[in-house]
């Protein structure tokens, strides 16, 4: 098993020290879902949801996350986005909406965490927007499907 490396010889939680690692590019993408009743999605489709366009705002609800993921997540490292892209799609087949965000920067630590948080803050606000139409919506899957840079290298998943 690896060490913890956000821990402190004493145990104790602090932030890792990225001082001594060289500047590369590094990106990151991670999904999420959302189930809908089809009625729900139809709407979404539709535009005739009360609160507005639910695909527009949880995009940029998922940019503006990204961004903020620091302030969010303890331990993480404010770092520079070079950009963040986050895709917000229906599908009707789930049925749902489908959330993918990409990541990326150079410098010395990952944007894993800026993915991550870009497509839950995004699934957060689908939900926000829908939950006067539906009670049984569900925020599912939320993964990091993709990451290269760094000493670690490239790692896919699904």
Same mark, same amino acid.
């Given at each position: 098993?690896?060490?913890?490396?956000?821990?402190?010889?004493?145990?104790? +939680?602090?932030?890792?020290? *990225?001082?001594?690692?060289?500047?590369?590019?590094?990106?990151?993408? +991670?999904?999420?879902? *959302?189930?809908?009743?089809?009625?729900?999605?139809?709407?979404?489709?539709?535009?005739?949801?009360?609160?507005?366009?639910?695909?527009?705002?949880?995009?940029?609800?998922?940019?503006?996350?990204?961004?903020?993921?620091?302030?969010?997540?303890?331990?993480?490292?404010?770092?520079?986005?070079?950009?963040?892209?986050?895709?917000?799609?229906?599908?009707?087949?789930?049925?749902?909406?489908?959330?993918?965000?990409? +990541?990326?920067?150079?410098?010395?630590?990952?944007?894993?965490?800026?993915?991550?948080?870009?497509?839950?803050?995004?699934?957060?606000?689908?939900?926000?927007?829908?939950?006067?139409?539906?009670?049984?919506?569900? *925020?599912?899957?939320?993964?990091? *499907?993709?990451?290269?840079?760094?000493?670690?290298?490239?790692?896919?998943?699904?």
């Amino acid at each position: 098993m690896t060490k913890l490396t956000h821990l402190d010889e004493k145990g104790r +939680a602090r932030m890792v020290d *990225v001082g001594g690692k060289k500047d590369t590019r590094r990106t990151a993408t +991670a999904r999420a879902e *959302v189930i809908l009743s089809p009625q729900t999605l139809a709407a979404v489709v539709e535009g005739g949801v009360p609160k507005g366009d639910v695909l527009a705002v949880a995009r940029i609800a998922g940019i503006t996350g990204g961004k903020k993921t620091p302030e969010l997540i303890p331990l993480t490292h404010p770092i520079g986005l070079d950009s963040l892209k986050v895709e917000v799609t229906p599908d009707k087949e789930l049925p749902g909406i489908r959330i993918e965000a990409t +990541a990326t920067t150079t410098g010395k630590t990952g944007v894993e965490m800026e993915a991550m948080t870009a497509v839950s803050v995004a699934a957060l606000t689908v939900y926000d927007m829908l939950k006067g139409l539906e009670k049984g919506i569900r *925020v599912s899957d939320i993964r990091l *499907v993709y990451k290269a840079g760094g000493k670690s290298g490239e790692w896919r998943g699904e």
